[in-house]
């Protein structure tokens, strides 16, 4: 057993940076690379890429990643743990063997699959119980529970795993663990459960690992990404931020930290905004491994960019799992057009109002956005300043993506037959995936370990 | 004097739920933002944004408040109409709220 173990963060999400992986991979010291790429609606969009090609669904980026990485973490013995994955880790996982044989690297990959219930919904449909009090989930399944895409508007269902596959994984011989849905934390977790041999009911040490596992699991966001304000929290070098890495200790105490030479800034500030982060009850931050307590947690500013943190508790594990499901949320139809100078505002409202007129019969919730005044915090804190330009944003939802059309049509209309000086019109059509959340019984879901 | 002077925030997103953080820059001014940054408070500035109901929870070991407001993303990020469906930049509006020093 190990009393230390140094696991790093190189990505926060499917679209994050590529060379911060790559720093820590090369520069790190680490043990083990998380990539954590898998947001909440990401496994529904990846679940549609399989529908379309059963020899894709796993993560986008993942070619490239692996391409930079795999002789790094080849060369100084780093395993890599990421849900890459994604709605098809087995053949996320060959990609990775092929990519290795190509390179001419001998490497075992083990894949942790079990997350889609996409055939168990059905018989389940009974045992499910709401999450958020979403009684439209419930109906979502009970009336469509098949997946079947002609037949139902359901794409995907995937429960959020805990640590069980990816500590059976790391038993084995594997340099590489790819998984689909597992709980963003746990991929942290199993390696230091692993490492420091801790009893997976001990759950203070689980809820104070969970603790460090949330802090990392946004990479660059605990190391001054999505903190600097020019003004009040100014930080350095954001075009080369460093992700962070931990130092972990058996008593699941940690040092957040970064590599030398990197941009950004690892402070209590950073850290704070990080710990509270989609935080919806501090005392109970429900992973499938742990009800963690943050309000427990205690940090210390020790050194230049290093972060102590220790205290983090917890209680029993849920008894649920939480299941994401994606369906067919229709076609958005959105609409934009500027307007600059003398009376730009007042120009900008005359063009909301027409289209509105024009449009308001057919899309009772059509939404008027002004932006540059009160389309991003949805009002201006009557603060009412005149804004030398605005653009206008009309949005609505349709059944089709047709009718979804017909808004950025009707705004680039508005250049012979609205207000003066209206340019720059541009028109989408988006295909919205939805994401409703349930929960199951978490016996139901079994994990399962394939070594390639 | 607007909260922006003497805290930070940062906004996540659970479903429809909005959840800003509010640490102040400065570990004393914590008792302070406790007294001056009541639910009702917040709950009055954010009613254009906010729907639901408003939970803060205390956090006195790392001198941070976290404010969880429910019904507030207009519905939740796949289906909402806003452009920023997540309320990511949502910690900004609550440091626009004034408070008397």
């Known amino acids: 057993m190990k009393n230390q173990i140094r696991i790093g963060c190189g990505a926060g999400f499917s679209g994050d940076r590529l060379e911060p992986a790559m720093i820590l991979a090369e520069q790190g010291n680490l043990d083990y690379l998380v990539l954590e790429c898998l947001a909440e609606r990401t496994i529904a969009l990846a679940q549609k890429r399989k529908l379309a090609d059963p020899a894709k669904g796993y993560d986008p980026l993942l070619e490239r990643r692996i391409e930079g990485l795999l002789p790094l973490l080849v060369k100084n013995n780093v395993r890599l743990i990421t849900n890459m994955g994604a709605a098809n880790p087995m053949e996320g996982a060959k990609k990775i063997i092929e990519i290795a044989n190509k390179q001419g690297i001998l490497i075992k990959v083990a894949a942790v699959i079990g997350d889609e219930l996409s055939d168990e919904l059905k018989e389940m449909s009974d045992e499910i119980s709401k999450f958020n009090n979403e009684d439209f989930a419930i109906n979502l399944i009970k009336n469509h529970s098949s997946l079947n895409p002609l037949f139902s508007p359901l794409i995907s269902a995937n429960a959020y795993m805990g640590v069980e596959g990816i500590l059976e994984a790391l038993q084995s011989e594997a340099n590489i663990i790819i998984t689909g849905r597992v709980a963003d934390p746990s991929l942290f977790l199993a390696p230091m459960i692993h490492e420091f041999g801790w009893a997976t009911d001990d759950y203070n040490l689980l809820g104070q690992g969970t603790v460090v596992g949330h802090l990392l699991e946004c990479a660059g966001q605990v190391t001054g990404g999505y903190f600097a304000d020019p003004i009040t929290k100014p930080v350095t070098n954001m075009d080369t931020l460093g992700h962070p890495f931990a130092d972990i200790f058996s008593d699941g105490s940690a040092i957040i930290s970064k590599v030398e030479g990197t941009g950004g800034v690892v402070n209590l500030a950073t850290v704070k905004e990080q710990l509270l982060y989609e935080v919806v009850n501090p005392f109970a931050y429900l992973t499938p491994d742990v009800s963690a307590n943050f309000t427990t947690v205690h940090l210390e500013q020790i050194a230049e960019n290093q972060v102590k943190v220790w205290g983090g508790t917890g209680h029993e594990k849920p008894s649920t799992l939480k299941v994401s499901v994606g369906f067919q949320a229709g076609f958005l139809g959105e609409g934009e057009i500027s307007y600059a100078g003398q009376n730009a505002l007042a120009r900008a409202r005359l063009a909301g109002d027409t289209l509105e007129k024009r449009l308001k019969a057919d899309f009772p919730d059509l939404r008027t956005d002004y932006v540059g005044v009160s389309a991003i915090h949805r009002t201006d804190f009557a603060h009412q300043i005149e804004p030398y330009e605005v653009r206008l944003r009309v949005a609505a939802n349709a059944d089709t993506a047709q009718k979804a059309a017909l808004i950025g049509e009707e705004v680039e209309a508005l250049y012979t037959n609205g207000p003066a000086g209206g340019g720059g019109a541009r028109k989408y059509v988006t295909e919205l995936v939805g994401i409703v959340s349930v929960l199951v019984d978490r016996n139901k879901v079994i994990p399962e370990v394939i070594i390639f | ?101």
Request: proline share 3%.
């Open chain 2, 1 to 101: 004097m607007k909260l922006y002077h003497i805290a930070h925030s940062r906004a996540g997103d659970k479903g429809n739920i909005s959840t800003l953080s509010l640490i102040p820059y400065d570990a004393k001014d914590y008792e302070f933002l406790c007294q001056k940054v009541t639910v009702e408070r917040v709950k009055e500035h954010l009613k254009e944004i906010v729907f639901g109901e408003i939970i803060r929870y205390e956090m006195p070991h790392i001198s941070s408040l976290l404010f969880v407001c429910q019904d507030a993303l207009l519905t939740g990020v796949t289906t909402s109409l806003a452009i920023d469906t997540h309320g990511k930049a949502l910690s900004y509006a609550l440091l626009e709220m004034e408070i008397e020093p």
